[in-house]
């Protein structure tokens, strides 16, 4: 057909680029051959997305489940995590906000530790958790649950931390002022000025944490094979079977929209709290 001969034109076009090698177009080819032949098209990923919701809870041991458990594993180890974040980081946020001496004692260490890679992260916290962290019959997580939680706390408390220090900080010096002139006390003034006011970069913190936990988590899950979307991917890749492909593309499409739906809980939760107008 036409199409098929201009692709077959591309292909040949780029192949006699000059200075490419000689097996640059073969490779080409393949390529071209492996997407047109080996990636899923929209159907497939339906039939895919079928077989896994016709049974998505169903469990047959601990590296067989549905992937409605594998989700609700992800999103309780992505609560826990970002909620450590937040317990940190706002106070902490507070704390910097108000003083400029602490403000210039922190943002170096800050900033050298926002940047670190989970993958990076994982090691160290997995060596701590395995020395402190003793489990028992009556063990409420596992320790891969513990470790994969706190990697999601290291790397999502920075943007709350960093959003938060900045809003209190840039609060308007008149009403400080107003609250020096009415004697309010320290924890007034936080209570009633401080912290409404900075309400909008907090959230704005809490979304760009939750996004930042969600993506740190699924890499987490691969690394530490713990059951989750992360190892679901992980699994369906090593697995390499005609349908694997079509099942990734699924799970790529949930993790997606899952992480859609947190940031509008997030943006929910910023309009119930906040006051002026909200953009999402």
Known sequence: GAAATRSDLVWLALAA?????????RNLDALYDSLTTDVPGPIAIGRRLAELLSDPFYVRGTNDQGIGIQIAYSL???????????????????????????????NPFIQVLRPVSPLAWLPIVTMVVSALYVTSADSWFEKSFITSAITVSLCSLWPTLINTAVGVASIDKDLLNVGRVLRLSKRTQVTKIILPSSLPLIFTGLRLSLGVGWMVLIAAEMLAQNPGLGKFVWDEFQNGSSSSLGRIMVAVFTIGIIGFLLDRVMLTLQKLFSFGEVRG
């Not at 992505?78 to 403000?103: E, K, Q, R, T």
């Open 76 to 106: 309780l180890r992505v609560g826990v995590g970002f909620g450590l974040a937040a317990l940190v980081a706002i106070p902490l946020g507070f704390l910097i906000g108000m003083s400029p001496l602490l403000n210039a004692a922190l």
């Open 17 to 25: 680029l000059p200075g490419l090698p000689d097996h640059f177009g």
